[in-house]
DNA sequence: CTTCTTGTTACTGA
DNA sequence: ATCAGTAACAAGAA
């Protein structure tokens, strides 16, 4: 499930391997992954090359080097973006090489770019939710201005956490996981960031005091940062661009940890319930819940 | 077999 | 108008 995390990994690697390299075709597989028309698509990608890439909350923007035009991509939640040199070795040992880059395409590759000096960039999406789109400058800055503030700059602060939360009344879970409020945050995060600041996710925001506030900011970004130190969660479909796993897995302390010992306490198990129609996971002991708030049931 | 998984959007209803 | 909850999307995993 790419969050910022993981597609900032995505991000930075691709900006340093693909920019500046020509474009010689595109082939597509699979239609519907393109959105608008694909012979267009085509046409303005070939002969064409990446000028860079920006990121802003999950989705993907290649900005081109001819025409007023960018790429948006996004991953949703198995989407990949592999990179394949051209007429490289592939070498071996990585101990987290989890998909042969070699065996590319597979039957989950929908899009691929290539490029003139032989390398290759695999669009792959087991589930089809993900998307490319070519917009121009103002397609993509009406993209950029649906989305709220990103987690990791000073603009994201205490006051401006608060001022967001304004008169809502939903678990705090829910302003988290509002792109058009915060940029980037998804339900791994959403959890493991909660329970940093020992706030159970399902608490309505208008239940959360000044000093809860600074520490889930302040957990935001520090497991933002963490994360993207350590390239990511992997539980099954996310890779990196070289096929490589993320190595955040063993630092969740929530997240797809139902019924085991919290490692914090190691008194609690951790629980799982329902909120903002997502599985949310969090230590009854570390994470409070104030007693006049009638607890919601556990699944 | 059924249930659950999630990022985003469309829809529904308060 | 605003806000929150839910179904839908696809293709699995458990």
Redesign the pocket.
């Known amino acids: ?3 910022l995390p993981e597609v900032e990994t995505v991000r930075s690697d691709l900006e340093r391997k693909i920019t500046g390299h020509k474009i010689k075709s595109v082939k597509v597989n699979h239609l ?1 992954i393109i959105k608008g028309s694909v012979q267009v698509f085509k046409k303005i990608l070939a002969g064409n090359s990446f000028k860079s890439v920006s990121r802003i ?3 993907l923007i290649f900005k081109l080097a001819k025409g007023d035009y960018y790429l948006l991509l ?4 198995t989407g990949q973006l592999i990179y394949q040199k051209g007429r490289a070795v592939t070498p071996g040992g990585h101990s987290n090489l989890a998909l042969d880059v070699a065996s590319l395409p597979n ?2 590759t929908h899009v691929i770019f290539n490029f003139t000096d032989g390398g290759r960039l695999f669009f792959n999406d ?4 993900g998307y490319l789109k070519l917009v121009d400058e103002s397609g993509k800055l009406q993209a950029e201005s ?1 989305f709220g503030v990103d987690p990791l700059s000073r603009a994201f602060t205490p006051a401006g956490l608060k001022n967001l939360i ?6 705090i879970k ?2 988290l ?4 409020l915060i940029a ?1 945050i ?3 995060y959403a959890d493991e960031a909660c329970f940093l600041a020992g706030v159970r996710p399902n608490r309505p ?1 208008s239940s959360l005091k000044p000093k809860e506030i600074a520490n889930l900011v302040k957990s935001i970004k520090s497991v933002l940062k963490k994360a993207i130190k350590y390239r990511g969660t992997t539980f ?1 479909n996310f890779r990196d661009s070289d096929g490589h796993t993320g190595n955040f897995l063993k630092f969740l302390n929530v ?2 940890r139902a019924g085991e010992l919290c490692r914090k306490c190691k008194k609690a198990k951790i629980a ?1 319930i ?1 909120t ?4 949310t996971h969090f230590c009854p002991h570390c994470q409070s819940y104030p007693s006049v708030i009638p607890a919601e049931a556990e ?1």
């Open positions: 499930m790419p969050e519907k909350g999950k989705l996004h991953l949703k939640m039957k989950h087991l589930r089809k939710f649906r304004g008169s809502r009344r939903a678990p829910n302003i996981l509002n792109q058009e980037g998804g339900n791994i925001t099954n997240y797809h799982k329902k903002a129609g997502r599985g699944i």
